[in-house]
């Protein structure tokens, strides 16, 4: 739902909906009657008051954890205290906990999953911003803007496997390393291209391209070792820097072969085998991987 039809829904809460029009008949309704009608005036703090006292295990008092965390999310559209998003979407889940337990459904739930979707749906394009401006030290806050997003969904849809989306922005994550790295050639971001692509892998290990591309990085590490050697590198240092970048080119090795394994005819995880093989000194394998690339080239 757009964020334009969940603003409607919210004026339609302050305006007292069917649902909170019945008489009050406990301490809870009474309490929940004077939250709606102190957030309608934007006395979100004293709205809050009027409801926490009643925040406990009890499944009977559902609505009041609905009614905080819809007043949490209000206060939040107008502060922007990310604070109060957090805290609205952990209370609005769990009246959807402890209303389940009560195995009946009650006129408020559909408000509460709106308020928990939008507030899910906030998180996740924050976590989308975070990632296009990305920037050293960003990365805890992009994975916990995720967490948020994932909790929400969570309890709308419990069992949904988010291991696509999640996989998606630790790709990302790695193509933003990329590119401070390229910029910075600071050893966290190549450290972090791998973290990322690694990261994504376990969760979704059948993608060739993520085995591709982080084949790459590591390989294209090693030629940039090589290329630190000067006219006035000591022997000392020479061997020291064949060393790494072998080392370098042996770990895309297997990158590049679970590539392959997903995609046997694509061509430039045929060519990038042919390269590393080269480098490695295999010239066997060279050949054959070179020879492979161009029939796939000729397809």
């Known amino acids: 739902?757009?964020?334009?039809?969940?603003k409607w829904v919210a004026l339609c809460?302050?305006?007292?909906?069917?649902w909170s029009l019945a008489q009050p008949?406990?301490?809870?309704?009474?309490?929940?009657?004077?939250?709606?009608?102190l957030g309608k005036a934007g006395e979100f703090a004293r709205g809050l008051e009027a409801v926490e006292v009643h925040l406990d295990e009890d499944s009977r008092h559902a609505e009041a954890w609905f009614m905080s965390g819809f007043l949490l999310k209000e206060w939040y559209k107008q502060s922007y205290n990310c604070a109060h998003r957090q805290e609205a979407m952990q209370r609005l889940a769990k009246s959807l906990d402890l209303q389940s337990a009560q195995?009946?459904?009650?006129?408020w739930l559909p408000q509460a999953r709106r308020a928990l979707g939008y507030l899910g749906d906030d998180c996740y394009d924050d976590a989308v911003a975070a990632v296009n401006t990305f920037q050293t030290g960003d990365e805890a806050k992009v994975l916990a803007l995720v967490d948020q997003y994932a909790m929400a969904v969570q309890a709308l849809k419990p069992g949904t496997d988010l291991s696509a989306e999640r996989a998606a922005f630790h790709?990302?994550?790695?193509h933003a390393h990329a590119t401070l790295y390229a910029a910075t050639s600071e050893e966290v971001h190549f450290e972090g291209i791998q973290a990322n692509y690694r990261e994504a892998l376990a969760l979704t290990p059948d993608d060739p391209t993520a085995w591709y591309n982080l084949a790459v990085h590591v390989y294209n590490r090693g030629v940039g070792v090589m290329k630190?050697?000067?006219l006035e590198t000591s022997l000392g240092e020479i061997i020291e820097k064949q060393q790494a970048s072998r080392g370098h080119f042996s770990e895309a090795l297997p990158a590049f072969e679970s590539a392959l394994e997903l995609q046997p005819d694509r061509a430039e995880i045929l060519l990038g085998l042919a390269t590393v093989h080269h480098a490695l000194h295999n010239q066997a394998e060279?050949?054959?991987y070179h020879a492979a690339w161009k029939n796939a080239r000729g397809r």
């Not at 739902?1 to 969940?6: I, N, Q, T, V």
């Not at 008949?25 to 009608?37: C, F, Y």
């Not at 790709?171 to 790695?174: G, P």
């Open 103 to 107: 195995g009946r459904p009650a006129d």
């Open 286 to 288: 060279r050949d054959r």
């Open 25 to 37: 008949g406990t301490d809870v309704d009474r309490d929940v009657q004077r939250a709606i009608l």
């Open 1 to 6: 739902m757009g964020r334009h039809a969940l």
């Open 228 to 230: 630190e050697l000067g």
């Open 13 to 18: 809460l302050w305006m007292v909906p069917a």
């Open 171 to 174: 790709k990302n994550m790695a």
